[in-house]
């Protein structure tokens, strides 16, 4: 969680560009998505998902301590976005870390009290890998709320009903939202497992243009 003084809010969706920059001058940017949802304290939660041999989220996620201070330029990004007047079918397609921004749509959406219609598709290596599990459990429990289906990839929970596997066009034709509600669909996550998605979704006959995208890079397609 960084406190922000001057945090103008944002909008669920955006990210923030993180710059480090070591004592002899050397600086390296990278992109993180807001996990928060919008608020006016200027309390800017990032998500780090630490890639062993990564430059930068090592040290986010092993280094960086209370107290110190980042460079963030931000927020960043104006069309993956969820914003709360919008009432619509929501259809939410996470693929490991890509998980952040749709969480911040999903606790945006609780904070403003929307009823808007949320469901969340959400692939993971097995269950222990699992992003915001227990929160994810709490909301999708309560009944009006956000129907959360997981795929996958590797190990499943015992007697869960389908096989480890990528998401396909049976998952993405069961437990989507039907093309007919015309729902506004946003994958997130590794670049191959976006696009993808993505193609999956058109075969399903949902039109391209309510398909928005946010791709997060290397894995499973080198940067
Ligand atoms: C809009 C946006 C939002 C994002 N939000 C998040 C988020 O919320 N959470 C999150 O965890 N990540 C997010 N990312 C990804 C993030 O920006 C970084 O890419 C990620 O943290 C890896 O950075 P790194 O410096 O640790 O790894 P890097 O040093 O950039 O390396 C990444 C991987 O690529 C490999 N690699 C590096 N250089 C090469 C090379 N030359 N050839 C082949 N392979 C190489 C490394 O071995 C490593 O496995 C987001 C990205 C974008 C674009």
């Known amino acids: 969680m960084l406190q922000v003084s001057d945090w103008p809010s944002h909008i669920a969706g955006q990210h923030v560009d993180v710059r480090l920059t070591a004592h002899d001058g050397y600086s390296a940017v990278r992109s993180y998505s807001i996990a928060s949802a919008p ?42 976005v969820w914003r709360s007047p919008q009432t619509e079918p929501i259809q939410l397609i996470a693929g490991g870390s890509g998980i952040v921004p749709l969480m911040a749509m999903i606790r945006s959406r609780a904070s403003v009290g929307s009823t808007a219609p949320f469901r969340l598709l959400y692939s993971v290596r097995e269950p222990g890998a699992a992003f915001y599990r227990d ?49 506004t669909c946003y994958v997130c996550g ?30 499973g397609g080198r940067k």
């Open 190 to 219: 590794p670049t191959s497992f976006v696009e993808g998605t993505a193609a999956m979704l058109v075969s399903c006959s949902n039109c391209p243009d309510k398909i928005r995208t946010e791709r997060f890079g290397p894995i």
């Open 135 to 183: 929160e994810l459990q709490a909301i999708s429990s309560r009944g009006d709320s956000v129907k959360l289906t997981y795929a996958y990839t590797r190990t499943t929970p015992k007697d869960w009903p389908r096989p480890p596997g990528r998401i396909d066009a049976s998952i993405i034709a069961e437990t989507t939202w039907p093309s007919k509600l015309i729902p």
């Open 39 to 80: 608020n006016a304290e200027g309390r800017v939660e990032l998500t780090v998902e630490r890639l062993p041999d990564g430059e930068v989220s090592p040290y986010l996620t092993q280094e960086l301590a209370v107290g110190d201070r980042v460079e963030l330029r931000g927020p960043i990004g104006g069309w993956f």
